[in-house]
DNA sequence: TATTGTTATACTCTATAACTATA
DNA sequence: TATAGTTATAGAGTATAACAATA
């Protein structure tokens, strides 16, 4: 009911998606910050739990940060306990990155704090909105999977 | 097929579009990097550039950042020629910031470069996603226009 | 005395470039 | 020679504290 142009409008999905999404990231943001844990940071601990341990750079490439970025931001995980380096069995080059169980710690305390303050914003809207917002979740879920073209799969 | 626990699950919106959001930002990051301008920059440009002029204590509270924070954030984005400040007729101690023609100029820029990305992501994606994001746009922009109880309404 | 904004200083996070170690 | 990761250095962006100007 909300799109009366149906199928017609796909153009402008992409400008209106990624303008709703910027003044949802402010919001968002100011929602995160007593964790103590940078955006990125808690996104790669995040992918660590999702997927198990990765290598250094592909969670790099992932997170869409530099190696060097990503080599200093695992030290500082290690170095708070949340992550654990391992050498890799089969190549001595590559370094395999876990999450440490006081990182999935972590991360629920975030996420529980986080879902509070969520909470009471959703908890202003109408349910028809938070319908949509439900509705949406495996699709927004499939925005996040997708890769760029020009970033190929990290597989 | 989505969600196999039907409607009785709404306690668990808050959290799973907490996840979702999270993982979502990280990919809007990445598409969001060459137009030079960080996230508050941009954040700020657009609220200026939807709300008009504005004094810089009230830009600081909606963004989410310290007022010094602000005013460097306005120095820089003076400089590069994006925003001005003007002094407030009413009261000497307040400036108000107004975005440039250059400012609304370098949002288009950055918007359509953005959706250009976010259209190919987009492809990749079934109809049905794509149509449930669609219909959570009205949502998104409500739930970006929500404010959090302990930051009153800027007004 | 309270409010608006700026300046000073320090810290976090990131990038580019140069380097080490393994393949 | 190529790849995985680290170290070195510089810069952007932010916060807290101290300050100047206006109300």
Redesign the interface.
């Known amino acids: 009911m909300?799109?009366s142009g149906g199928?017609a409008?796909?153009e402008a999905?992409?400008?209106?998606?990624?303008?709703?999404?910027?003044?949802?990231?402010?919001?968002?943001?100011?929602?995160?910050?007593p964790s103590g844990l940078s955006?990125?940071a808690?996104?790669t601990l995040?992918t660590l739990e999702r997927n198990g341990p990765s290598r250094l750079t592909l969670l790099a490439a992932r997170?869409?940060v530099t190696q060097p970025a990503m080599t200093q931001l695992i030290s500082r995980l290690a170095e708070a306990g949340l992550a654990s380096r391992e050498a890799d069995s089969a190549d001595g080059r590559v370094v395999q990155v876990r999450i440490t169980d006081e990182g999935r710690a972590t991360l629920m305390r975030r996420?529980a704090g986080?879902?509070?303050?969520?909470?009471?914003?959703?908890a202003?809207?109408?349910p028809?909105?938070?319908a949509?917002?439900?509705?949406?979740?495996?699709?927004?879920?499939?925005?996040?999977?997708?890769?760029?073209?020009d970033?190929p799969v990290p597989a």
Chains 1, 2 share one sequence.
């Open positions: 909300e799109n199928p409008r796909t999905l992409e400008t209106d998606l990624a303008a709703g999404l910027e003044r949802v990231i402010g919001l968002f943001r100011s929602l995160s910050q955006m990125t808690a996104a995040a997170e869409g996420r986080r879902a509070a303050k969520l909470a009471a914003i959703l202003q809207l109408s028809e909105h938070r949509a917002l439900a509705a949406a979740l495996p699709a927004l879920d499939a925005l996040a999977a997708a890769r760029r073209e970033e």
